[in-house]
């Protein structure tokens, strides 16, 4: 394989990996029923880049190759016919023998047999040994391919973070205002008598942000050779683990704030236990926020066991729960229970439950993203993905808790 050869082929089997880490980047948000995230987007763009330049270089490539391989052919094919010529007119150079059916093959053994040397030339030329080359023999020559992507068995998604949404930050420290104490009325014990009366509080809630990040410094080989990208598998691996570092500290935050709810019975659950345990966490959020906000239930991969099997995807009429299958259970929204939406998430902690109303949990961030920097002395590239998040409990009597006792 010559030099260009070799180009064209690295360079389309970039460009397929590009395309495919871009489809798997849409395919995932597609089956999550949301858009792209800011990170997403940003690698998607980044793919995007690198397949535009990647066709730049091989389209004068290509068509190089092009011109080269039509001259080729036309010189064999001019070659053959000089040597069939040759062969045909002096006979020193017998064509290959092809026999046009089984049939005359015997035939052709046959006279052999008998003593007719011209069957004989062609029998021996036909059944003449070959040695047989395999790939074992020419390991200098064949590849050693990438099949699919790099596999990573890393979940990047935020099922509590989105279902509670993302808020822009001014500065790095602020305040969130919450009303402590609300204004009265009453009954007018009768006319001219005195209203009713009571001052509003608010206080402050202070808010300082944490910095979530990480770094790998890469050296420029790798990043010349590698193939897929070794940039883009780094950077989208930090961006992955700042997500799960950013969830977690969510499910840690709304943990630890949470009220104790209704707790479930030790061994097998029964559906209306389960029932019973999320209306009476619902009916505690309600107490304690007065009906604003909606309300999420978020469960642990562990809980994937009690709360799937009592509702099965059947759908009957009196079904408490739809959705839920063995197949679809992955992080994020998984189905509902009584109209409350339930979503996955191993930032719950196990055998727990959490209900949320979203009116009393915020989440705070403000991403900085991918940073690199060039180490000449090294030959290296360092680069880092950063951001700055805070999750906040406005309310913990919005967030029950339910525990399965084990």
Same mark, same amino acid.
Request: glycine share 10%.
């Given at each position: ?29 597609? *089956? ?6 800011? &990170? ?19 389209? !004068? ?10 001259? *080729? ?19 020193? =150079? ?10 005359? /093959? ?11 040397? =011209? ?11 070959? $040695? ?12 050693? !391919? ?30 969130? !205002? ?10 007018? *014990? ?58 977690? $500290? ?47 239930? $978020?469960?642990? !991969? ?14 009957? =009429? ?12 992955? &992080? ?28 009393? $949990?915020?989440? /705070? ?42």
């Amino acid at each position: 394989m010559s030099a260009t050869d070799a180009m064209i082929a690295t360079l389309s089997s970039e460009i397929e990996e590009r395309r495919a880490f871009q489809d798997q980047l849409v395919e995932g948000a597609q *089956a999550a029923g949301r858009d792209l995230t800011a &990170q997403e987007m940003e690698l998607y763009q980044r793919a995007g880049d690198r397949i535009r330049s990647c066709a730049e270089q091989l389209e !004068p490539l290509a068509e190089g190759v092009r011109i080269a391989t039509q001259s *080729a052919n036309r010189s064999r094919e001019l070659a053959d016919a000089y040597r069939e010529a040759r062969a045909g007119s002096s006979g020193n =150079s017998p064509a290959p023998v092809e026999y046009r059916s089984a049939g005359a /093959y015997v035939i052709d053994r046959w006279a052999a047999g008998s003593g007719d040397e =011209s069957a004989k030339r062609r029998v021996e030329m036909y059944e003449r040994a070959a $040695a047989h080359q395999t790939t074992a023999d020419n390991l200098g020559v064949v590849p050693d !391919p990438i099949v699919g992507t790099v596999l990573n068995l890393i979940d990047g998604s935020r099922p509590i973070v989105t279902a509670l949404g993302v808020r822009a930050i001014p500065s790095g420290r602020f305040n969130r !205002p919450k009303v402590t104490q609300q204004a009265d009325t009453g009954l007018q *014990a009768g006319e001219k008598t005195e209203l009713a009366s009571r001052k509003m509080t608010i206080t402050n809630l202070p808010v300082a942000m944490d910095t979530y990040g990480g770094y790998v410094n890469v050296s420029r080989q790798n990043i010349d050779w590698s193939m897929p990208q070794i940039m883009d598998i780094v950077i989208e691996s930090l961006a992955n683990e700042y997500a799960r570092d950013t969830e977690g $500290a969510t499910g840690t935050a709304l943990g630890a704030a949470a009220t104790a709810g209704p707790t479930l019975p030790t061994g097998a659950n029964t559906a209306d236990q389960v029932l019973a345990a999320i209306w009476g966490a619902a009916a505690d959020a309600y107490t304690a926020t007065g009906g604003v906000g909606g309300l999420v239930l $978020a469960i642990p !991969p562990g809980m994937l066991s009690l709360v799937g099997p009592l509702f099965p995807p059947y759908n009957p =009429s009196n079904a408490g729960g739809i959705g839920f299958t063995a197949g679809g259970f992955s &992080q994020g929204a998984v189905g509902t229970i009584s109209g409350i939406g339930v979503v996955m998430s191993d930032a719950v902690a196990v055998n727990t439950m959490l209900l949320i109303n979203t009116a009393c $949990a915020e989440c /705070y961030e403000q991403r900085v993203g991918s940073l690199q920097v060039v180490e000449p002395s090294v030959l290296g590239v360092q680069v880092a993905y950063a951001g700055y998040f805070h999750p906040l409990v406005l309310e913990a009597g919005g967030v029950i808790k339910i525990v399965k006792t084990p």
